[in-house]
């Protein structure tokens, strides 16, 4: 059933010890026993509520007021949204324990009720939407304005049923918060998908970098509403926290901004630098070649960046004959290679990782030496 149509039918009350109380996720007979005890309360107005469907009924579980008592309820709410704000109510709950999280808090300024709210202990207030229903752009301003006006730190969340309709209202939501998340709260786990918008650049970077060997990536899109290129995480809710400032984070996102960060800073250096180039490369490759691999050849590099020039597949320059200094440095880094070959290092996979060195500024320079020298060293 889609709509639950009885004048101030709820999914979700407030039990005996003022705890949430789910209609669908709470056993029938549980119900029947504090409805009858009338020990079910209204999460807007605290008055009294009864159970209403469940068993032989064929009807949603729910919970409804006598009729006209509440001038907060909210009539014909969609399953998707009550069940959305008990998810998101826990969501909040486990990411902070010490405030207080309430579900339809009537909030006198600015003379709304928020979905989900949350009264830390030092006083901040945030309020969590849910919008699964149509929303105008002009409504939408007008109540995020009157939330940051009474000093209440608003997020919006989008039902997943408004996921590809481009309407003004979520073209504002990322525009203002620069992310959109959407969710889809009647499957298990709750599934999301994070939107942000990025540019030309970091999607064309994103793509070149998408290797077997890399972690996690976002999937990229033409498109954020009309803010141009974008980017969308897709998983359970659990991934994704909310921080005071309503800000969404999220672990995978959080490591490809930084990396955008790194890269931009490694295309405008003079040189190469083993510090930087890891903390790169660590966003998308395994520790153990890191370190093990890339930072020591980096360093080699750094004392003779024109070593292989020189060496010239041993041949030398012309007028200037090969010199046994160069000749002996080459053959011990084909050795020092040939003994990554025997921890499981081929010719083949040295060749992918370096493949999988940022080819931007002075770094380019470091990632052809290194295919170079592999191809040198035979097929290990």
Same mark, same amino acid.
């Given at each position: ?32 026993? @504090? ?26 579980? %729910?919970?409804? %007021? ?12 969609s ?11 826990? @969501? ?14 009537? =909030? ?10 949350v ?9 969590v *939407? ?8 002009e409504? @939408? ?25 481009? *309407? ?9 918060? %620069? ?32 290797t077997?060997?890399?972690?996690r990536?976002?999937? =990229?899109?033409? @498109? ?13 809710? %659990? ?7 309503g $800000?969404?984070?999220?672990?995978v996102?959080? $490591?490809?901004?930084?990396? /955008? ?38 360093k ?7 070593? =292989?020039?020189?060496?010239?597949y ?23 290679? $040939? ?7 081929? /010719? ?21 030496y ?11």
């Open positions: 059933m889609d709509k639950l149509n009885e004048v101030g039918a709820m999914l979700v009350a407030y039990g005996p010890e003022g705890q949430t109380v789910v209609a669908s996720e709470t056993p029938l007979e549980q119900l029947q026993e @504090w409805s009858r005890d009338r020990r079910l309360q209204c999460p807007n107005c605290r008055g009294v509520v009864h159970l209403r469907g469940g068993g032989a009924k064929r009807m949603q579980p %729910h919970f409804a %007021h006598q009729r006209g008592e509440c001038a907060w309820s909210t009539e014909g709410e399953v998707q949204h009550m069940r959305g704000k008990a998810v998101l109510a826990r @969501w909040l709950k486990g990411q902070f324990p010490e405030a207080q999280v309430t579900l339809e808090e009537r =909030l006198p300024e600015p003379n709304r009720i928020a979905d989900v709210f009264r830390h202990t030092d006083g901040l207030c945030q309020a *939407e849910y919008q699964c229903a149509p929303l105008e752009i409504e @939408w301003q007008m109540r995020h304005e009157a939330y940051r006006k009474a000093g209440i730190i608003d997020t919006w969340i989008i039902g997943s049923n408004r996921r590809e309709k481009q *309407e003004a209202f979520i073209d504002a939501v990322i525009q203002i918060a %620069h992310e959109a998340l959407f969710l889809d709260s009647q499957v298990t786990p709750p599934r999301t998908w994070l939107r942000w918008p990025i540019t030309r650049q970091v999607a064309q970077e994103w793509q070149s970098q998408v077997p060997q890399a972690r990536m976002p999937t =990229l899109e033409g @498109w954020v509403g009309r803010q141009g290129y974008g980017a969308t995480l897709i998983g359970p809710l %659990h991934e994704i926290r909310i921080d005071r400032e $800000r969404l984070l999220h672990p996102r959080t $490591r490809m901004e930084e990396r /955008g960060r790194l890269l931009q800073q490694m295309s405008q250096a003079q040189a190469p630098e083993p510090g930087i180039m890891a903390a790169y490369l660590r966003t998308y490759m395994d520790e153990a070649i890191v370190h093990g691999i890339i930072v020591p050849l980096l080699s590099y750094l004392l003779d960046p024109e070593l =292989l020039q020189r060496y010239n041993g041949r030398g320059l012309p007028q200037r004959p090969l010199s046994t200094e160069d000749r002996t440095r080459v053959e011990k880094a084909k050795v020092w290679l $040939r003994s990554l070959g025997q921890k499981g290092y081929t /010719g083949a996979r040295l060749q992918e990782i370096a493949r999988e060195l940022p080819f931007v500024g002075p770094y380019a320079a470091f990632a052809s290194m295919e170079l020298l592999v191809t040198l060293s035979g097929g290990l």
